[in-house]
């Protein structure tokens, strides 16, 4: 016997469940379906805990894909604002960190929970633990096996997602099934990611734990906050940023000193000539930081003893130190996916397959990749609302 529904929704995480609510508030029978036994498991180690459910600079230029248009659309007509009123509504207290990041004050359980109480308002009908085992499309019809059942709907959205934290369950699953209806994947790759660094770089490995405000940047694209080092390489807010951009066997650009003026060691010379060179970097820099710099610039002794040539070459390469990341941490530690469903097979207004009517994909699965700091969970309410009202 096979169960009839309006629309079979492929992943409970955040585009998933925002798409099963949006198309079930207008009358739509939704069948929503996740492999794991928990919906929203990103949403609940997001923002360490807290999830940052949002951003308030959301704007299409802060996303990665190949038609960097595509979200516009999406992002234009279900805003950050309009997210921020259904938790509000829902009484859940936030705060604005840096940079129009959004968190709650309490936990990101707040936020599934909100999703889940919107599902069953909306009557979605939601299938946990159970993986579909096979996916068939014929005579208008897309259906689903599932635990033994068979389900049929005029539409199969894809919302499961990429592959990245594979211990959350993260699978390439959607651009197996999307290839399988006929359409293309822009390469996959970790992003928000830390970089590894190789031998040559043993040094800063040594500095793990050692945080500081940078600017770094990858041919154009630049970002300023937080680098962190690691046991294995460069991490922080900012390196995560940049990963998102980076080639592999290309070199970024680190200014460790973003406030420094021009010529700030000659002038420091002329007023505190007996001033070290170490000493001088110290004060701008954390103590082991500064040591390990000095010791790659190989410039000791004091400032007066010093040539300004020397000083002046000395600030030009911490304004623009280079690293050679020998790769990233991978899936495994990426926050995100870059690549997914070619958006060229998409709509931007509805999120369906051009080619094949009644086939959609949202959320992460897709070739849209936001900066760090709740941006991807906007392309998800975004894109899962487009596709929710379009079923």
Known sequence: ????????????????????????????????????????????????????????HTAADRYLSSNPHFAKSALGRYTAQDFLGLVESYGIAWHEKTLGQLFCDGSA??????LMEECRKADVTT???????????????????????EYQAPALVLATGGPSIPKLGGTGFAYDVARRFGLSIVHPRPALVPFTLGPDEALFRSLSGVSTEVVVSWNKTRFREAALFTHRGLSGPAMLQISSYWQHRTPISVNFLPDAERDWLVRLKQTQPRTAFRKAISSMLPARLAEALTERLAVEGELANLPDKALRTAEMQL???????????????????????????????????????????????????????????QWAWASGWAAGQAI
Request: hydrophobic content about 45%.
């Open 1 to 56: 016997m096979t169960s009839s529904f309006d629309a079979i929704i492929l992943g409970a995480g955040a585009a998933g469940m925002m798409c099963a609510w949006t198309a079930g508030t207008r009358g739509k029978r939704v069948l929503l379906i996740d492999h794991a036994d928990e919906p929203g498991k990103k949403i609940l180690i997001s923002g360490g805990g807290r999830c940052n459910f949002t951003n308030i």
């Open 109 to 114: 359980r707040q936020i599934v929970d909100m």
């Open 319 to 377: 304004a623009s130190w280079a690293f050679l990341p020998s790769g990233t941490e991978g899936f495994a530690k990426a926050e995100v996916t870059a690549g997914g469903i070619s958006v060229a097979e998409l709509s931007s207004r509805t999120m369906m397959a051009t080619r094949l009517p009644g086939l959609y994909a949202i959320g992460e699965a897709v070739d849209v990749t936001g900066w760090l700091g709740g941006y991807n969970f």
């Open 127 to 149: 299938t946990l633990g159970h993986s579909a085992t096979a996916i068939e499309h014929g005579d208008g019809q897309f259906r689903v096996t599932l635990n033994g059942l």
